[in-house]
């Protein structure tokens, strides 16, 4: 893996982004702020799924009274997850009136084509700045193809038809969005905002766009990143979408902070944005949030669901264990489970893992070996139930023993 991450670190809370920290997971509320309530226990639940930084939007002076009152319910409660405020069009005026909520954010994120409009722009923007100067906040100048500041956007556009072989409008549209954000992080610089306090993102919703931009803008910046798709969408799609812009940027040494903007099922949970973006960082090998299970496909040789069952069991399993395992048993996340339908590769996949469990294939209640560190130590049989209820008690000796 190529290494660009920037030299560059700022501490959001008790947070590190940039420099050699790992890559941070961040989520976004969609409750109504001004409900604090709902956006505590949202906060919680995104908390406790692993988003290392929640978003909330600030859009009125009844969202900015309420963001203090969330973080004193939230430190009641024991979470102390950093809180960034989005801001757009009158982040100036809720952070100037009220000191509060700017104090008790621990970044801002602001649209420099959202925070104002003509004359009023730059000012608008340099207010902002200098109340993240004042309150000693890091920002995310976050830049978005859909809300891309028009101005900069017809200046590229001019300087467009003076090249002697003119870029697409695609290719203009990348260098807007790139010279936006970098625009801006220099006026915030000049206003008094450290380097190492400023983050930036350019976000489209198309994956060979967010590459192609995030490629460029690494090459010509040295501050921190945040990744993430302007829309994913839902579902399959959604996921499928952010993995592949994602991947390949991450696996590049591109990007200090995530974020997948997943569009939820009508009341769905908002967790699975976070829960996604883990998945994404473990699979490259940049994070581990929660031990890996392997499993086979299944095939025609594996007409029994009983091992379909069983990885679906121990995955929810240390799902709902790993809130208090991290605290018992440091490590945890780095242990290897697999469970395998049949014998052609169960044996072999088994003896790789910490802990690898083969299934016959055939029969609802199955002889099925057990393999701990590449040695057999047992032979379980039963139905599925009994398969758990044996393998779990497995597990766990093995996680007492070796993660003290």
Partial sequence: MQSKKTTFSTQIGNIKIGGDAPVVVQSMTNTDTADVAKTTQQCLELANAGSELVRLTVNNEQAAAAIPKIVENLDKQNCHVPLIGDFHYNGHKLLQDFPDCAKSLAKYRINPGNVGFGSKKDQQFATMIEM??????????????????????????????????????????????????????EIAEKIGLPKQQIILSCKVSAV?????????????????????LTEAGMGIPGIVSSTAALAILLNQGIGDTIRISLTPTPNGSRCDEVRVAQEILQSLNLRAFKPTVIACPGCGRTTSTVFQKLAEDVNLYLQTQMPTWKVLYPGVEMLNIAIMGCIVNGPGESKHAHIGISLPGTGEEPAAPVYVDGKKIATLKGNAEELFKEFIKIIENYIKQTFL
């Fill in 132 to 185: 993240a100067c004042k309150y000693n906040k890091p920002i995310r100048i976050g830049v978005n193809w859909g809300s891309l500041d028009q101005s900069v956007l017809a200046a590229e556009m001019d300087n467009n038809k003076q090249r002697q072989n003119p870029l697409s409008a695609e290719q203009v549209l990348q260098n807007a969005l790139i010279t936006s954000a970098l625009q801006s992080a």
């Fill in 208 to 228: 060979p766009d967010l590459i192609s931009v995030y490629t460029e803008l690494s090459k010509r910046c040295n501050y921190a990143l945040h990744l993430g």
